[in-house]
């Protein structure tokens, strides 16, 4: 039955990665696996386990036990990510991401990529790097009007935004499963993947800056932007504050973060509505100004713009990923993938690779059912940082990169071409980084 398990697998793998082909959107074939997988289990009465960290090995469990803790753990996630994307869509309702475009006073196409890849490697660290690679590309299509420009500058902020998902515990979904999982803390990820996270997002912006695309200045004036709301400027600083607050709040209370995004959320969501109560009039609420109407509280409305098939496409794949972990396969997947390939950083690079070619999130999760290392062990860290800066040579190969392509209408092969070498030579030089520091400065 475990090999039918297996193909089960690998054939909803497949449909995953093939999701533009195919033309179905991955949370069905995440979904209908995870179901599947479960139901082989249950018929087929599979013996179930659950992975004993501190002894290293399989311990029996009951299949209602195993699956309610699991579902336990995917919860804390997706609970943690539907604060996260409530409060950036409240900041969004307020227009708080136009305060960004103010930063902006060059005119120089140099400047403005140095200018562009810090906003996307210190944004994406905070707001996560889809969001922070929707907000930037929105501002540049106001800044750049050529179209062949943009597309060179969408390549490098793709890259620099999965550069400061990396060292986040807030900056990427993986990141955050690590992080929630309690495979690394915030302070000690922070001190092992930053500066290999800087190096993987330097190198290539500055091999890219001599580029002849990035010579002289952008044609036209600087748009200025207009307000639509005085209270933008506070929501951004405020709800950018709400996110970073919650992994101190985990350090003070040692509760699980989405205890502490719930409450950024709760702040947040209080002062949107007090902000929101000059904005709204008897005709509002007798349906005289259109979509605001159906949506007379800003919370309300931000619940119903998030990604709920990206909540449902996590649900899945996760669930999917614990039906082998609780059967033992991936902790057995472990011990031949140590045989053959001895060198685990080989092996953490290969996740960063491949996490180019299939969605990272599943990788991940199967790192977590694989190794059984301790909190914060090297290991932890550098598939942080692997998985999270490797989807960046390949357009396809990370949220930031689809969305990208989704907004300026990359092509493929472009990407390829133009950009693909220069996130693996960023990719590479941060890997070396990491393991110097690793070896001979933080001597772990």
Known sequence: METIIVIVFVLGYLAITLEHNLKI????????????????????????????????????????????????????????????????????????????KGFIKTKSKRKLLWLFSILAFILSAIIDNLTATIVLITILQKVIKERETRLWFAGIIIVAANAGGAWSPIGDVTTTMLWIANKVSALQLIEHVLIPSIVCMVVPVLVASRFKVFQGQIDGSLEEEVVKSKYGSTMLYLGLGAIVFVPLFKTVTHLPPYVGMMLSLAVVATFAEIFSKSKFNITTLDGGEGEAAGHHSPVHHSLSKIELPSILFFLGILLAVAALESLGILFHAAGSLNEAIPNTDIVVMLFGIGSAVIDNVPLVAASMGMFSENMDNPLWHFIAYSAGTGGSMLIIGSAAGVVAMGMEKIDFFWYLKNIAWLALIGFVAGAGVFILMRDFVLNV
Do not use: C
């Not at 139901?39 to 036990?65: G, K, Q, Y």
């Not at 309610?68 to 604060?83: D, N, R, S, V």
């Open 25 to 100: 959107d991955k949370l069905i074939p995440a979904l209908a696996m995870m179901a599947l997988l479960w139901a082989i289990i249950a018929l087929a009465h599979m013996p179930v386990f659950e992975v004993n960290t501190e002894l290293r090995e399989l311990e029996p469990s009951h299949i209602d036990e195993i699956l309610l803790h699991h579902l336990g753990k995917t919860a804390e996630i997706l609970f943690f990510l539907l604060g996260a994307m409530t409060i950036v869509e409240i900041i969004d309702y307020f227009d708080g991401f136009a305060t960004i």
